[in-house]
Protein backbone atom coordinates (compact mmCIF):
# COMPACT_ATOMS: atom_id res chain seq x y z
CA UNK A 1 0.00 0.00 0.00
CA UNK A 2 1.66 3.31 -0.74
CA UNK A 3 1.80 5.80 1.72
CA UNK A 4 0.92 9.07 1.81
CA UNK A 5 2.52 12.20 4.10
CA UNK A 6 1.91 15.71 4.85
CA UNK A 7 4.33 17.59 6.96
CA UNK A 8 3.47 15.86 10.05
CA UNK A 9 2.94 12.35 8.34
CA UNK A 10 -0.55 12.47 8.92
CA UNK A 11 -3.40 11.13 5.88
CA UNK A 12 -5.46 13.51 4.03
CA UNK A 13 -7.73 13.41 1.48
CA UNK A 14 -6.01 15.83 -0.78
CA UNK A 15 -2.93 14.71 -0.52
CA UNK A 16 -4.31 10.85 -1.05
CA UNK A 17 -6.07 12.43 -4.60
CA UNK A 18 -2.88 13.93 -5.61
CA UNK A 19 -0.64 11.02 -5.06
CA UNK A 20 -3.45 9.10 -7.08
CA UNK A 21 -3.33 11.43 -9.83
CA UNK A 22 1.04 11.22 -9.97
CA UNK A 23 0.64 7.50 -9.97
CA UNK A 24 -1.51 7.65 -12.97
CA UNK A 25 1.11 9.67 -15.13
CA UNK A 26 3.54 7.21 -13.70
CA UNK A 27 1.53 4.87 -16.29
CA UNK A 28 1.11 7.04 -19.04
CA UNK A 29 4.85 7.46 -18.80
CA UNK A 30 6.08 3.86 -18.67
CA UNK A 31 7.00 4.44 -14.91
CA UNK A 32 6.72 1.67 -12.03
CA UNK A 33 3.45 2.19 -10.39
CA UNK A 34 5.25 1.80 -7.49
CA UNK A 35 7.87 4.18 -7.85
CA UNK A 36 6.22 7.17 -5.65
CA UNK A 37 5.72 6.35 -2.34
CA UNK A 38 4.86 9.11 -0.23
CA UNK A 39 3.68 13.03 -1.11
CA UNK A 40 4.87 15.80 1.62
CA UNK A 41 4.24 19.67 1.72
CA UNK A 42 7.21 21.46 2.68
CA UNK A 43 8.54 24.68 1.98
CA UNK A 44 12.22 23.14 1.87
CA UNK A 45 13.60 20.03 1.15
CA UNK A 46 15.11 18.91 4.35
CA UNK A 47 12.70 20.19 7.02
CA UNK A 48 11.46 16.69 7.55
CA UNK A 49 14.55 15.26 8.45
CA UNK A 50 15.89 18.82 10.42
CA UNK A 51 18.12 20.35 7.37
CA UNK A 52 18.19 23.27 5.74
CA UNK A 53 17.60 21.28 2.14
CA UNK A 54 16.51 23.17 -0.97
CA UNK A 55 13.76 25.51 -1.18
CA UNK A 56 10.42 24.03 -3.23
CA UNK A 57 9.67 26.78 -5.15
CA UNK A 58 5.64 27.99 -5.67
CA UNK A 59 5.62 27.08 -9.17
CA UNK A 60 7.44 23.23 -9.23
CA UNK A 61 6.89 19.81 -8.14
CA UNK A 62 10.19 18.13 -6.62
CA UNK A 63 10.35 14.30 -7.24
CA UNK A 64 12.94 13.00 -4.87
CA UNK A 65 15.25 9.71 -6.17
CA UNK A 66 13.69 7.54 -3.73
CA UNK A 67 10.48 8.45 -4.94
CA UNK A 68 8.68 11.08 -2.75
CA UNK A 69 6.54 13.85 -4.10
CA UNK A 70 7.51 16.98 -2.55
CA UNK A 71 4.84 20.15 -3.09
CA UNK A 72 5.33 23.67 -1.72
CA UNK A 73 3.15 24.14 1.82
CA UNK A 74 2.77 27.65 1.16
CA UNK A 75 0.44 26.48 -2.06
CA UNK A 76 -1.41 23.76 -0.15
CA UNK A 77 -4.56 25.87 -0.14
CA UNK A 78 -3.98 27.77 -3.00
CA UNK A 79 -4.36 25.20 -5.83
CA UNK A 80 -6.92 22.77 -7.47
CA UNK A 81 -6.22 19.19 -7.36
CA UNK A 82 -6.28 18.48 -10.48
CA UNK A 83 -4.27 21.64 -11.06
CA UNK A 84 -1.03 19.99 -9.78
CA UNK A 85 -1.35 17.56 -12.46
CA UNK A 86 0.66 19.81 -15.16
CA UNK A 87 3.51 20.19 -12.22
CA UNK A 88 3.78 17.12 -11.25
CA UNK A 89 3.87 15.62 -14.97
CA UNK A 90 6.45 17.95 -15.59
CA UNK A 91 8.47 16.63 -12.74
CA UNK A 92 8.36 13.10 -13.32
CA UNK A 93 9.42 13.81 -17.45
CA UNK A 94 12.32 16.05 -16.16
CA UNK A 95 13.49 13.42 -13.28
CA UNK A 96 12.68 10.17 -14.88
CA UNK A 97 13.10 10.93 -18.24
CA UNK A 98 15.47 13.83 -18.87
CA UNK A 99 17.76 14.55 -15.99
CA UNK A 100 19.42 10.86 -16.12
CA UNK A 101 20.69 11.98 -19.83
CA UNK A 102 22.18 15.36 -18.50
CA UNK A 103 23.79 13.53 -16.03
CA UNK A 104 25.32 11.14 -18.52
CA UNK A 105 26.41 14.39 -20.76
CA UNK A 106 28.34 15.75 -17.82
CA UNK A 107 30.04 12.84 -16.61
CA UNK A 108 30.62 12.47 -20.09
CA UNK A 109 31.71 16.21 -20.82
CA UNK A 110 32.74 17.60 -17.37
CA UNK A 111 33.97 14.82 -15.02
CA UNK A 112 35.79 12.35 -16.55
CA UNK A 113 37.91 15.16 -18.69
CA UNK A 114 38.42 16.31 -14.96
CA UNK A 115 39.43 13.34 -13.68
CA UNK A 116 41.69 12.33 -16.60
CA UNK A 117 43.41 15.97 -16.01
CA UNK A 118 43.66 15.70 -12.72
CA UNK A 119 45.91 12.22 -12.96
CA UNK A 120 47.89 13.53 -15.89
CA UNK A 121 48.95 16.26 -13.43
CA UNK A 122 49.65 14.27 -11.05
CA UNK A 123 51.78 11.73 -12.47
CA UNK A 124 53.56 14.41 -13.75
CA UNK A 125 54.73 15.77 -10.57
CA UNK A 126 54.70 12.48 -9.19
CA UNK A 127 57.74 12.45 -11.63
CA UNK A 128 59.04 15.74 -10.87
CA UNK A 129 61.24 15.36 -7.36
CA UNK A 130 61.69 19.58 -7.06
CA UNK A 131 57.97 19.72 -6.70
CA UNK A 132 58.07 17.59 -3.90
CA UNK A 133 61.26 19.19 -2.70
CA UNK A 134 59.85 22.74 -2.89
CA UNK A 135 56.18 21.87 -1.23
CA UNK A 136 55.92 19.16 1.47
CA UNK A 137 53.68 16.33 0.43
CA UNK A 138 50.56 16.96 2.53
CA UNK A 139 50.35 20.46 1.23
CA UNK A 140 51.46 19.44 -2.37
CA UNK A 141 48.30 17.02 -2.84
CA UNK A 142 46.21 19.49 -1.61
CA UNK A 143 47.85 22.56 -4.56
CA UNK A 144 47.16 19.31 -6.87
CA UNK A 145 43.81 19.38 -5.72
CA UNK A 146 42.73 22.75 -5.76
CA UNK A 147 42.80 23.80 -9.84
CA UNK A 148 40.83 20.29 -10.61
CA UNK A 149 38.02 21.32 -8.16
CA UNK A 150 38.09 25.25 -9.60
CA UNK A 151 37.70 23.13 -12.83
CA UNK A 152 34.89 20.76 -12.00
CA UNK A 153 33.18 23.46 -9.93
CA UNK A 154 33.02 25.72 -12.49
CA UNK A 155 31.85 23.12 -14.93
CA UNK A 156 28.90 22.21 -12.89
CA UNK A 157 28.21 25.91 -12.75
CA UNK A 158 28.23 26.03 -16.59
CA UNK A 159 25.83 23.16 -16.37
CA UNK A 160 22.64 25.14 -14.60
CA UNK A 161 21.72 26.42 -18.44
CA UNK A 162 21.39 22.68 -19.49
CA UNK A 163 19.20 21.78 -16.04
CA UNK A 164 16.73 25.28 -16.77
CA UNK A 165 16.30 24.04 -20.53
CA UNK A 166 15.63 20.45 -19.50
CA UNK A 167 13.10 21.96 -17.26
CA UNK A 168 11.23 23.79 -20.04
CA UNK A 169 11.41 21.23 -22.62
CA UNK A 170 9.77 18.37 -19.71
CA UNK A 171 7.14 21.69 -19.77
CA UNK A 172 6.72 20.82 -23.39
CA UNK A 173 6.24 17.16 -23.48
CA UNK A 174 3.88 17.34 -20.36
CA UNK A 175 1.43 19.39 -22.71
CA UNK A 176 0.91 15.98 -24.34
CA UNK A 177 -0.57 14.75 -21.07
CA UNK A 178 -2.18 17.64 -19.44
CA UNK A 179 -3.11 19.76 -22.66
CA UNK A 180 -1.07 22.98 -23.49
CA UNK A 181 -4.38 25.30 -22.62
CA UNK A 182 -4.95 23.68 -18.80
CA UNK A 183 -0.68 24.05 -18.31
CA UNK A 184 -0.91 27.46 -19.21
CA UNK A 185 -4.25 28.12 -17.04
CA UNK A 186 -2.74 27.25 -13.92
CA UNK A 187 0.67 28.86 -14.63
CA UNK A 188 -0.90 32.22 -14.72
CA UNK A 189 -2.86 31.29 -11.60
CA UNK A 190 0.23 30.52 -9.55
CA UNK A 191 1.51 33.84 -11.28
CA UNK A 192 -1.49 36.06 -10.48
CA UNK A 193 -0.92 35.00 -6.69
CA UNK A 194 2.03 37.31 -6.34
CA UNK A 195 4.49 34.77 -4.58
CA UNK A 196 7.34 36.26 -3.23
CA UNK A 197 9.93 33.45 -4.37
CA UNK A 198 8.22 33.74 -7.84
CA UNK A 199 8.78 37.32 -8.21
CA UNK A 200 12.13 36.86 -6.80
CA UNK A 201 13.49 34.77 -8.96
CA UNK A 202 11.74 36.59 -12.35
CA UNK A 203 13.72 39.92 -11.15
CA UNK A 204 17.10 37.76 -11.01
CA UNK A 205 16.70 36.41 -14.11
CA UNK A 206 15.74 39.48 -15.98
CA UNK A 207 19.09 40.73 -14.12
CA UNK A 208 20.96 37.67 -15.88
CA UNK A 209 20.91 35.58 -12.52
CA UNK A 210 21.36 31.59 -13.67
CA UNK A 211 19.17 28.85 -11.99
CA UNK A 212 17.97 25.42 -13.07
CA UNK A 213 14.74 26.52 -12.43
CA UNK A 214 12.96 28.97 -15.38
CA UNK A 215 10.96 32.08 -14.40
CA UNK A 216 7.00 31.58 -14.54
CA UNK A 217 7.52 33.97 -17.18
CA UNK A 218 10.36 31.81 -19.15
CA UNK A 219 7.72 28.93 -18.49
CA UNK A 220 4.42 30.16 -19.93
CA UNK A 221 6.46 31.81 -22.89
CA UNK A 222 8.39 28.73 -23.40
CA UNK A 223 4.54 27.20 -23.54
CA UNK A 224 3.54 29.62 -25.89
CA UNK A 225 5.87 29.11 -28.26
CA UNK A 226 5.68 25.08 -27.93
CA UNK A 227 9.19 24.96 -29.07
Same mark, same amino acid.
Request: glycine content about 10%; some cysteine; charged content about 25%.
Given at each position: M??V????????Q???????M???L???????V?YL??L???????S??????R?V????? @?V??????? @??????ER???D?W?P??A????????????????A?? @??????AA??A???????????????I?????LL?L??P??I???L?L???T??????RL?A????T??????F???????ID????????????????????E???L???????LA??
Open positions: IGGETSIDLSRAQKILEAVGCLLLDLPFKTTWSDRTGMRGGGGIPSDQC @LLPRGDII @LPKRMKLLVEKLISSLIYEKKLLPKLRSKVK @LIIVPTLTIVGVFLALTRSFWVTPFPVGVAIPSVLFGDLFPYEKNAQDIEARLVGRSFLEGLRKSLGMKDVEERKTKMAEGSSSFPSTERVQNLGT
